[in-house]
């Protein structure tokens, strides 16, 4: 492999188009006037026409892939080539992200010099027909947005290589690939219009009630705080009640300090370890937080 296609296939994702590629592509793409052949293109660019003076290999554009070392006398993709088509490929669909997608991939089938020059024209054509069949089955999705167009080859009249080893024979059987990129203008965002607000009342719509309306506690409003029970102490009357809801003596200790150190949480959730409630639990930490915050006359 050269160590440009070496460089192109290893690549994931490259977008290259030189002025000759897109110079050409443009005329054929948006129907201006075709010249004979991109080298004619650069022959007149250079000074002279194409009859008048004959295109070296530095003049050539250069083309944004080479799927060269086909097999030879062969027109199929081995694995190799396979995939760097589809690597190819998948640029194309990612570069539709862009502002600037390919629009435009032109392909050119050549051959070594192995051969008479008719039969290598055809082998040529062979070769980029078969890039060409493989691309669009990637690329379907973008069909009528992209097109593909396989010039006619040059067979082995224009080498990359002097073809006398087996290595330039090797590179020398290639298609190359041209691309020209388009600019895609963004379509503005479509947004579906809002439903209009109804801000209508409802004929049968009352004012809500202002007054805030609590759930009642286990007490009426204006009841006393009830009082221990004559001749017991709080401890005693608190020790009694929950010894009455079976609750480990251990656990009444803890519940015990909680209340006269007056951290009622604490007491919540000690009587909720102890199975203690809903409105008895309300009930009794109502009594006791009254009784522990009233002084003793």
Do not use: C
Request: net charge positive; glycine share 6%.
């Amino acid at each position: 492999m050269s160590r440009q296609s070496q460089w192109l296939f290893e690549a994931p994702f490259v977008l290259e188009s030189d002025h000759h590629t897109n110079l050409y592509a443009n005329q054929e793409y948006y129907g201006y006037p075709q010249l004979e052949s991109e080298w004619e293109i650069a022959g007149q660019q250079q000074g002279a026409s194409s009859e008048s003076k004959r295109i070296t290999l530095a003049m050539r554009p250069k083309p944004h892939l080479n799927l060269d070392r086909f097999m030879f006398d062969k027109a199929s993709l081995t694995d190799r080539l396979r995939k760097m088509v589809d690597n190819f490929a998948n640029t194309v669909i990612l570069s539709w992200n862009l502002t600037q997608p390919i629009v435009v991939i032109r392909l050119i089938g050549h051959t070594d010099n192995t051969g008479t020059e008719k039969y290598n024209v055809g082998l040529g054509a062979r070769r980029a027909k078969a890039v060409e069949a493989a691309l669009w089955d990637k690329l379907k999705g973008l069909s009528g947005r992209i097109k593909i167009v396989v010039e006619p080859s040059p067979g082995e009249s224009e080498p990359t290589a002097d073809n006398k080893t087996k290595e330039d024979k090797e590179r020398n059987r290639r298609v190359e690939v041209f691309i020209t990129t388009g600019v895609v203008t963004p379509a503005p965002p479509t947004t579906k219009p809002k439903k209009p607000v109804d801000l209508r009342l409802p004929k049968d719509w009352q004012p809500p009630d202002s007054i805030i309306r609590a759930k009642p506690g286990p007490y009426k409003f204006g009841q006393p705080i009830p009082s221990r029970p004559p001749g017991k102490s709080l401890q005693q009357w608190v020790d009694k009640w929950l010894r009455d809801r079976n609750v480990p003596k251990w656990l009444q200790r803890k519940i015990r300090d909680a209340i006269f150190g007056k951290d009622f949480g604490v007491v919540n959730s000690l009587l909720d370890a102890a199975g203690v409630n809903g409105s008895q639990k309300a009930a009794f930490l109502e009594v006791v937080r009254g009784l522990v915050n009233t002084p003793v006359p």
